[in-house]
């Protein structure tokens, strides 16, 4: 008897904290602008897209999320009902950041499966670095700019009067794969040194997040430094990137193959004082896990850090077809399950998550 007591208590509970996991999940998209979206943007566009997936109500129509030509798919990146209305409740909230020339949408694997589990996911396209539109130096370069976005991100949903009344911002976590990795920890309190970075690569050239990256060579690797950071309009910016671009409210940090941890002051992750959790590939060469996660982990007070193996890179990102793995690049070095792999790497994202938030 009481056992049953108990357990409808908690399922009472979920219910007004809003963590009870959802049947549906809902997509729905807004946008706002950021200082310098416009100089980081091929267009010049100020705006800054997001993308909100969330718990929607029973019944409302998913469709596939797949990336591609109609019936041509070549990414999987999950289900969700478009514009579909926010289940009862008031849910945490995780910002999400994608990786160096990705999207939210590449993401949404992992943001559908914790809207599914009873979380409002934010993501954005942050300018400038994204696949939507051509990548630029500035959007290359100036790496805090994207915690900003997110920061951003987050007010917008605040305001929002069809969003705001169905999250609790102060139940707030941050996640986010490779340079997406890097945003999180600053928006947990990390700092970012440039210096150390610059220094670094020098003595490193080899180092997979030192060398041109496949999804934009001409502007990444030792061309950042010698022709990205010599614009002067660039310099201007590198004045703000060892401000403090973090969010008081964050709860926890979650983060996929962490990219650029080089580029974060040592000291500075000991200014990371919440639960923090990092899943990285053994066989990751493009953040290697010796000069990337496992730095973090040993600097972040109380981290842990899960290491799966066979898994490279580019598995965090969504499923690739058969069509992907013959056409993509990237898909090609794609050696084990990505659907195992995204289980495991949700598994402890909804475990620190669900224990925090």
């Known amino acids: ?44 566009s100020d705006a800054l897209a997001i993308t909100v997936w969330y718990p929607a109500i029973d019944g409302a129509k998913e469709e596939p999320l797949d990336m591609g030509s109609p019936g041509h798919p070549l990414f999987l990146a999950g289900r969700a009902a478009q514009e579909a209305p926010f289940a009862p409740g008031r849910h945490p909230v995780v910002l999400l950041s994608h990786g160096f020339g990705g999207t939210a949408r590449m993401m949404s694997w992992f943001g559908t499966e914790l809207a599914r589990d009873g979380y409002v996911v934010v993501g954005v396209n942050h300018p400038g670095n994204n696949g939507m539109g051509p990548m630029t130096a500035a959007g290359a370069a100036m790496w805090w700019e994207r915690a900003e976005d997110l920061k951003a991100a987050f007010a917008a949903v605040r305001k929002d009067k069809d969003i705001a009344a ?51 060579p001409e502007i990444s690797g030792p061309a950042l430094f010698h022709k990205a950071y010599d614009d002067p309009a660039i310099k201007a910016q590198i004045a703000r990137a060892a401000d403090d671009h973090s969010i ?16 974060i002051a040592p000291d500075s992750f000991a200014q990371i004082h919440v639960p923090t959790a990092i899943v990285v590939g053994l066989d990751d060469k493009v953040a290697e896990a010796a000069t990337n996660a496992n730095i973090a982990v040993k600097a972040i007070p109380g981290a842990t850090i899960t290491r799966l193996p066979g ?20 898909c090609a ?21 669900d224990a925090t938030l």
């Open 311 to 330: 898994v490279g890179h580019y598995d965090f990102l969504s499923t690739c077809t058969e069509a992907a793995k013959a056409s993509v690049p990237i």
């Open 333 to 353: 070095d794609v050696k084990v399950s990505q659907g195992v792999t995204h289980g495991e790497a949700l598994a402890k994202a909804k475990a620190l998550f």
């Open 166 to 216: 169905h999250i609790d911002p102060a139940r707030l976590g941050v996640a986010g794969f490779s340079a997406g990795g890097f945003t999180a920890f600053l928006l947990a309190g990390a700092r970012t040194d440039i210096p150390h970075l610059r220094a670094f690569c020098d003595s490193h050239p080899d180092d997979g997040v030192c060398k041109p990256q496949k999804e934009a």
């Open 248 to 263: 008081p409210e964050v709860k926890a940090v979650f983060t996929l193959a962490p990219a650029l941890v080089q580029a």
């Open 1 to 44: 008897m009481h056992d049953i007591t108990r357990a409808c208590l908690a399922l009472a509970l979920t219910s007004v904290l809003g963590v009870a996991s959802a049947t549906t999940v809902g997509e729905t998209h807004r946008s706002t602008t950021t200082p310098t979206a416009a100089m980081r943007d091929a267009s010049h």
